[in-house]
């Protein structure tokens, strides 16, 4: 039998070393090798391919190391839906059924140096529910809806290129800030502290400069409306046939307007005198039957005009959604940290008063105490289905409606509008745009 025969001594101590588990601090996770003892790892360092694997470790080492933790945790997740997929089990057993496999991927290649630290991310990203005990760690499975995980992945994806955007959007600013610096150092402007500090980054409009806002009186759609030798300027004082009803159809409401316009014809006859407006060519009677059938054009196209006007005065900032968005009248919770001392802390008012837009005076529900708060320490109040709610920001602006639904993957409900010129339509809106009405403040104030 020869020195290192199959059989001798040596060779079976041999295999049983390689077959089992050695030292973790002697295993190269980058060259997948096991050395026997501290020895053979620093000769293992020395070598060749362990220095060309470390120079390509050095390139991104970074992204190396979230790799070797991306396969560590999908490997040990497999290992507890296999084994223990319904069961309250330790950590560290589950950990030691793991690292059977000699070919793992080790911990001390990863992000996480201990087993507690890595249990703890699983508790943090909602994967197992997690318990501390004196023996030890428990981890138990928690199983999701594939439905509800693919959703989650594709808002988690959406989230991340909306940041990645808003970073690129940010990028380019800052590089048009400094072409700008450049260009004025060209030009030899200097630049001040304050200029640098403020002016630059801050974007400021007169009050000349502001939208500008078109007003339509009644003088001036009758001016438009009538039919005459040209249409009088706006504000005009002329007399011009059918004014005299188109004045009161204004100052009436839009179901006023249209029952005078579609009323009775003597009563139309009695207040339009026949052939006032027209020439001495033409009869009496086709006067006042010409004069009678351009006031109810001249109502209907008032009453339709007047409320065109309402809702672009309503929505004069375009749909896009404003910085303040407080509102007397509506139920808003308080996060003000501050007023925890004194029992207010998460808790339900009705908004008072409103002070310079971002300020509100906030009566308190629990025992009618007002407190001011500024709109960034306040949260909007969702009300349940059926419940009355007032629209704080975009298109719909300072419209009323009821709540028929909640979207709680969204993040949006949907309301019935019951104000307003889009009276009876149904939108979707986002939960900060929205918030409960006050019932005694709806009951009290007409739609």
């Not at 060259?31 to 694997?53: A, I, P, V």
């Not at 809806?145 to 690129?168: A, G, M, T, W």
């Not at 407190?371 to 960034?376: C, E, H, I, N, P």
């Not at 009821?402 to 979207?407: G, W």
Request: hydrophobic share 30%; aromatic share 6%.
């Amino acid at each position: 039998m020869g020195k290192n025969d199959f059989l001798t001594p040596k060779a079976i101590a041999n295999r049983i070393k390689a077959k089992g588990l050695q030292k973790l601090r002697w295993y190269c996770q980058l060259c997948q090798k096991q050395c026997r003892d501290e020895n053979g790892f620093k000769c293992h360092q020395t070598s060749e391919g362990h220095k060309r694997q470390m120079e390509l470790f050095g390139m991104n080492p970074h992204r190396v190391v979230e790799g070797y933790s991306e396969e560590f945790e999908t490997a040990f997740m497999e290992h507890l839906r296999r084994a223990h997929p319904f069961s309250r089990v330790l950590a560290k057993n589950v950990y030691n059924e793991y690292i059977t496999d000699r070919h793992h991927i080790h911990m001390n290649a990863t992000r996480w140096l201990t087993l507690t630290e890595f249990v703890k991310y699983l508790g943090r990203s909602g994967q197992c529910k997690v318990e501390e005990t004196e023996k030890g760690w428990y981890i138990t499975l928690i199983h999701k809806d594939p439905k509800q995980q693919l959703e989650e992945e594709r808002r988690n994806k959406r989230s991340e290129v909306e940041r990645e955007e808003e970073e690129r959007h940010m990028a380019a600013l800052q590089e048009q800030i400094e072409r700008a610096k450049r260009a004025r150092l060209e030009k030899g402007e200097p630049l001040s502290e304050d200029e640098d500090d403020e002016e630059a980054h801050t974007l400021q409009r007169d009050e000349i400069e502001g939208p500008i806002k078109i007003s339509l009186t009644a003088g001036a759609i009758g001016g438009l409306v009538s039919a005459g030798a040209g249409p009088p300027a706006v504000g005009s004082s002329a007399a011009v046939p059918g004014l005299a009803r188109v004045a009161r159809g204004a100052a009436a409401s839009a179901a006023g307007v249209t029952a005078s316009a579609f009323g009775d014809d003597d009563d139309d006859a009695a207040e339009v005198p026949g052939g006032s407006g027209r020439g001495g060519g033409e009869g009496s009677s086709r006067g006042l039957g010409g004069g009678q059938k351009r006031s109810k054009l001249d109502e209907l196209m008032q009453a339709e005009l007047r409320a065109r006007s309402n809702a672009a005065a309503s929505c004069s900032d375009g749909g896009r959604k404003l910085d303040y968005w407080l509102a007397p009248g509506i139920v808003v919770k308080v996060l003000a940290k501050e007023l925890k001392e004194h029992g207010y802390y998460k808790e339900k008012g009705v908004v008072e008063k409103v002070i310079d837009r971002y300020v509100g005076e906030v009566s308190m529900l629990s025992d009618g105490t007002v407190v001011r708060v500024d709109q960034a320490q306040l949260e909007t109040v969702i009300p349940s289905p059926g419940g009355q709610v007032l629209v704080l920001n975009g298109t719909h602006r300072g419209r009323r409606g009821t709540l028929l639904s909640i979207d709680t993957v969204k993040y949006q409900a949907q309301v019935k509008l019951t104000t307003g010129p889009y009276r009876g339509k149904e939108v979707w809106l986002e939960y900060e745009d929205i918030s409960k009405l006050d019932s005694v403040a709806d009951g009290s104030s007409g739609g």
